[in-house]
């Protein structure tokens, strides 16, 4: 059997039950790891990181524990057998069940590409290392334990996870200290682990990580449009005070429903409407032409989200309101969104609510990318989801093709101090048309939820190598690319 040295993480004082339970255990050294050596038992060797520690220790395995909470004795001597009778090199806590994974390792799994296990990436403790293992992680197991996770996958390591540890955590206020869009200890933590691993990522595959944008046409702005067909439909009153109402609708292949979806919006009374029909092979621009709206065509498709951003550039009102043509809004669920920008929201977005499937990725890197950039009360609310509204004044920030990528668009938004609201709920699942090849896979992630990540992959990008100081993680580091 292996001798074992404990570790013993914390950044505050040892609880007072933790040491009889790994006493018990019989390792052959204790540690402390702290920032101040008063808080280090005298029990325990006392280093101020895990590094300088790791090169000083001489038994065969690492327990790594948090050393502000209590354990379970017979747990953890469950946990150390395998590793102890040298079955694994790694072992690490198993989560209670599979719906344990939270929308952090979700997102982790699927940048990774890595094989799911019942196991949390931020290797959260209790973890059992061989002297070995660890030493050749030591500088990044507390600060980049998601780059060490992978790196053990990598290198063959064998891993165990037979064991779930429960860990008492003692009740701290400053780790529950949030209200509104404040983070807790725990998503600090956490965004913060991640953000180092979306760098090294970036680093290696450019700013969208590796992701398609599934073809757009980014140069589209600077080609100009086929054919511009101006519709006589204007409204010269208007019916938000000083504020005229913009509708855009980008529309490809809808003639079932582009007469309806144009109709409903006339009962807004907005000041005009632009429907950019991009790469259409029906009646689609006829028929909206028919409606006596503008009409901006183009005989390729352009991509995701590029129509919205031709209709900016053709949009001449103070409210920019956004709605699809392939199903029909009602105007009593639009309007909120209208009313709210007139009332000083500059971008009124859907209010989503989170489903059950809080773990899928798409909407575990909405909620994620919310909390970063200080809108934790977005929940997965986004500027992907139709409808949504937007006053005109943002687009000094924001550039028409800077909408082609929403999350770059909200990102930018954000970042330059703009009140960013989700303010009605639409359910646009079951209104969204089913189109095969781009909803629908097989195996892994549809094409439009590859570029929806790769979307909010870029817009992070985009704040990390513009300086973004995420101030209320405190955790952030700035690095370059």
């Known amino acids: 059997m292996k001798s074992v040295a404990i570790l013993l993480v914390t950044e505050r004082s040892v609880h007072p039950n933790l040491l009889p339970v790994i006493q018990h255990l019989a390792p052959v050294e204790m540690w402390c790891i702290s920032h101040s050596e008063q808080q280090s038992p005298k029990e325990c060797h006392w280093s101020p990181t895990v590094e300088a520690a790791i090169h000083l220790i001489n038994a065969e395995v690492l327990l790594f524990l948090n050393g502000d909470g209590s354990y379970s004795l017979r747990e953890l001597s469950l946990f150390l057998n395998s590793i102890c009778y040298g079955q694994c090199d790694i072992t690490c806590n198993r989560l209670k069940s599979a719906t344990s994974l939270d929308v952090w390792a979700s ?4 940048w990774t590409s890595l094989p799911f296990l019942p196991i949390s990436p931020y290797l959260d403790f209790p973890v059992a290392c061989t002297r070995e293992l660890a030493q050749t992680v030591a500088d990044r197991i507390i600060d980049n334990p998601l780059s060490v996770f992978r790196q053990v996958v990598a290198l063959n390591y064998r891993i165990h996870h037979y064991h779930h540890v429960s860990y008492e955590k003692p009740f701290i206020p400053a780790f529950y200290s949030a209200f509104g869009s404040m983070l807790t200890y725990e998503e600090k933590r956490k965004l913060t682990h991640l953000l180092a691993f979306l760098q090294e990522r970036l680093y290696k595959k450019g700013k969208r990580g590796g992701y398609s944008d599934g073809g757009r046409l980014l140069q589209v702005h600077e080609q100009g449009a086929y054919s511009v067909r101006e519709g006589i439909y204007k409204k010269g009153e208007s019916y938000y005070g000083d504020q005229k109402l913009s509708v855009i609708i980008p529309v490809k292949n809808e003639q079932g429903t582009i007469q309806q979806v144009i109709r409903e919006v006339k009962k807004l009374c907005p000041y005009e ?12 621009y006829s028929l909206a032409a028919k409606e006596e709206v503008t009409v901006v065509k183009y005989e390729h498709a352009l ?8 209709g900016i550039k053709y949009a001449t009102g103070d409210i920019l309101l956004f709605v699809d043509g392939d199903f029909l809004v009602l105007a009593q669920d639009l309007f909120p969104f209208v009313k709210a920008v007139e009332s000083g929201v500059d971008m009124a977005l859907n209010d989503l609510k989170l489903s059950s499937n809080v773990s899928h990725p798409v909407t575990s890197i909405k ?6 950039i200080n809108h934790k009360h977005l929940g997965i609310s986004s500027l992907t989801a139709v409808p949504h509204a937007m006053n005109r004044r943002i687009l000094k920030y924001c550039r028409e093709e800077d909408f082609m990528v929403p999350p770059l668009a909200q990102a930018i938004a954000a970042k330059n101090g703009f009140h960013i609201e989700a303010v009605h709920s ?12 781009e909803n629908q896979v097989a195996d892994g992630l549809a094409r439009t939820g590859e570029l929806i990540i790769g979307d909010y992959i870029e817009a992070f990008h985009h704040l ?6 995420q101030s209320s993680t405190h955790f952030y580091r700035k690095r370059y690319f």
């Open 464 to 469: 990390l190598t513009e300086g973004w100081d």
């Open 107 to 110: 997102v982790y799994y699927e």
């Open 303 to 310: 991509g995701h989200d590029v129509g919205r951003s031709i």
């Open 426 to 437: 639409v359910d646009i699942n079951p209104l969204n048309r089913i189109r095969p090849g």
């Open 367 to 372: 909620q994620i990318f919310n909390l970063f």
């Open 273 to 284: 409407i632009i429907v950019v029909v991009n790469g259409s092979t029906d009646q689609t």
